[in-house]
């Protein structure tokens, strides 16, 4: 190792500018033939005095989280690069024979989004695959994550990955690992896969001409499309005919390759958005390279083009296709427009497929609907009314739903949760954009048959149900020391629960991690039956209908709030609204600023 190299790092070590655990990584990484590739960028790092960002970027290892291993591109154990995506698929690849020690023949799917670097990491993926002796199908351009989820069960794979960071900045990629359900990776699995990788000394490896010339790589594309796209047609429930017209976004994603040619498929006038429908890992057409559906400003260009050609509803997907945006008229004129929650999407869905079930003479008696504990509880309200059993405790994620759907997929309907995640049917194990958007479209569809909007339908739920104000907020705190405060701030919950939020009392913490209810007034506790979790419940009523839930993301830096409060609909619905919102927005900002006190008291 260069002298002057070394010589700027032993005087920041002197100086505690970087930790002894970073010194040994970035040495390791500096001098192991191992690592080479990374030698030029680790150099420019040290020479730049980037001591920061070798901090962040050596002090920890990145690991599986709800999404799997995800997180910005560059150089170190704490960053997605050739090197951690190498490590993920070998430790993939070893946990696998380990799990199916007597299968000889074992197998895996590849898929990758738009993203910068996808389709060479995926590429890498499948070399590693490929020299453990794994079968490999390599889709031979950009799809979407559940049709990755759909070939591993069409081709009776082991295993899937999905090469992608969803709907993260430009900056990230990620690494998303599927069992041989197509539902992804879960608990114990995860843990067991990131053990796998730390024991690592060698990585396997096959170059692609091997790979061909030995039969372990197969490239797919155009047949496993038609049969997700047939799949994802048939759990249509409409009745009512196309006669809509459909603006879609695919935010520079991979949506064009499975919503445009589903909503075609099935009839529908589909105008895209041209400034956002080039792939492009930069998301150049999207307002702050953002290109997440929940963010109102990323479907601003859709609106505007609707409102100009006189669409009907606005569809938007995030870069990897599994989240499903909408935006919707307020009312016939097609003048106003409101960009809708994901809780509202899926709340509208559940009582479309389910009244359409109904009146079809199709909803099963033992039918299923699944949510997360954070997911409005109006889906429950109307499954309960409608006489369709709901599970709605689950933890954060799709995986969740899905590991549901593998323990009784003959009941299953429908699945969702409050960050625009939606999946009807089994064909898939995760949550699909293409299957929500034509729900979506046909839910428009048969609306505007009956003289309404979605947004004058939703009004109509809330005044049969309650208005339901479901927010979500974030704090975010990044690195290492955000990681640290993030711990601070739900150990502090734990420890010393707030006992009132804007006026309303706590009278229950329901505590994920434990399993355990206590009641703040008597100082009773109870256990309960559920997946174990780090998410904690803020009962502010007696049903728990309104409420806060706090738990650390586990995908990006940051600690979420979810915020639903319910009020009956007694008089003008506007003026319910209004108050309930107002409210909503105070408790959010309470329990914010207990969280800022926490880290400002504690560092």
Not at 170 to 193: C, E, L, R, T
Not at 408 to 419: H, K, L, T, V, Y
Request: hydrophobic residues 40%; negative net charge.
């Amino acid at each position: 190792m260069d002298d002057k190299l070394i010589g700027i790092l032993e005087r920041a070590r002197a100086d505690d500018l970087i930790s002894e655990r970073v010194m040994a990584g970035v040495k390791k990484w500096l001098t192991e033939d191992d690592f080479g590739e990374f030698r030029n960028a680790l150099e420019a790092m040290i020479l730049a005095k980037s001591f920061d960002e070798l901090n962040d970027s050596f002090q920890a290892v990145i690991p599986f989280g709800t999404g799997g291993r995800r997180g910005r591109t560059g150089v170190g154990p704490n960053r997605i690069n050739f090197r951690t995506i190498s490590e993920s698929a070998q430790g993939l690849a070893n946990y696998l024979a380990i799990v199916k020690p007597d299968k000889t023949e074992r197998s895996a799917v590849i898929a990758y989004d738009t993203r910068h670097f996808s389709k060479e990491f995926a590429a890498r993926t499948a070399e590693v695959f490929a020299g453990n002796g794994l079968s490999v199908y390599l889709f031979e351009e950009f799809r979407a994550t559940p049709e990755l989820s759909f070939a591993v069960r069409y081709l009776n794979a082991d295993l899937g990955v999905v090469i992608s960071a969803s709907h993260n900045p430009p900056s990230d990629n990620g690494f998303k690992a599927y069992w041989d359900d197509g539902g992804q990776i879960v608990p114990p699995h995860d843990k067991n896969i990131i053990e796998e990788v730390a024991k690592i000394k060698k990585i396997e490896h096959l170059s692609f001409d091997a790979a061909e010339r030995d039969g372990l790589l197969t490239w797919i594309g155009a047949d496993i499309d038609e049969k997700y796209f047939a799949a994802v047609c048939a759990e249509s429930v409409s009745s009512a005919k196309p006669n809509i017209n459909i603006v879609y976004t695919s935010l520079h994603g991979t949506g064009t390759t499975c919503v445009t040619p589903v909503l075609k498929r099935q009839g529908y006038r589909v105008q895209e958005v041209t400034e956002q429908a080039q792939p492009d890992g930069d998301f150049p057409g999207v307002p702050n390279n953002a290109p997440n559906p929940e963010y109102p400003e990323a479907l601003a260009s859709a609106i505007d083009l609707a409102r100009a050609s006189g669409g009907d509803v606005v569809l938007a997907t995030d870069p990897d296709a599994d989240r499903l945006g909408v935006a919707v008229p307020k009312s016939a004129d097609g003048q106003e427009w409101v960009t809708l929650k994901g809780n509202q999407i899926g709340a509208l869905l559940t009582y479309y497929i389910l009244t359409s079930l109904r009146d079809a003479g199709k909803l099963p008696d033992d039918g299923l609907v699944v949510k997360t504990a954070v997911t409005t509880d109006l889906i429950s309200d109307i499954c309960e009314d409608l006489g369709v059993a709901v599970k709605d405790d689950l933890l954060v994620g799709f995986k969740y739903i899905a590991e549901v759907i593998r323990g009784c997929p003959d009941r299953f309907i429908f699945g969702a949760e409050e960050s625009h995640g939606y999946l009807k049917g089994t064909y898939a194990r995760d949550k699909d954009a293409a299957v929500a958007a034509m729900l979506m479209a046909d839910l428009t569809a048969a609306a505007k048959e009956a003289g309404q909007t979605p947004f004058q339908l939703l009004d109509e739920l809330y005044c049969r149900y309650g208005y339901y104000c479901d927010s979500t907020e974030s704090l975010v705190l990044e690195g290492e020391k955000g990681k640290a405060q993030i711990g601070q701030i739900m150990n502090h919950f734990r420890t010393d629960p707030p006992t009132e939020l804007c006026g309303f009392k706590v009278s229950r913490v329901r505590d994920y991690l434990s399993n355990e209810d206590y009641d703040l007034e008597s100082g009773a506790k109870s256990s309960f039956q559920g997946p174990s979790g780090d998410i904690l419940m803020f009962m502010l009523s007696q049903d728990g209908r309104t409420r806060v839930v706090v738990r650390p993301s586990g995908t990006e830096p940051k600690i979420k709030f979810y915020i639903s409060v319910l009020n009956p609909v007694v008089g003008e619905l506007s003026k319910v609204r209004q108050d309930t919102d107002r409210r909503a927005a105070k408790i959010a900002a309470d329990i914010q600023n207990i969280a800022r006190k926490i880290v400002s008291s504690e560092n």
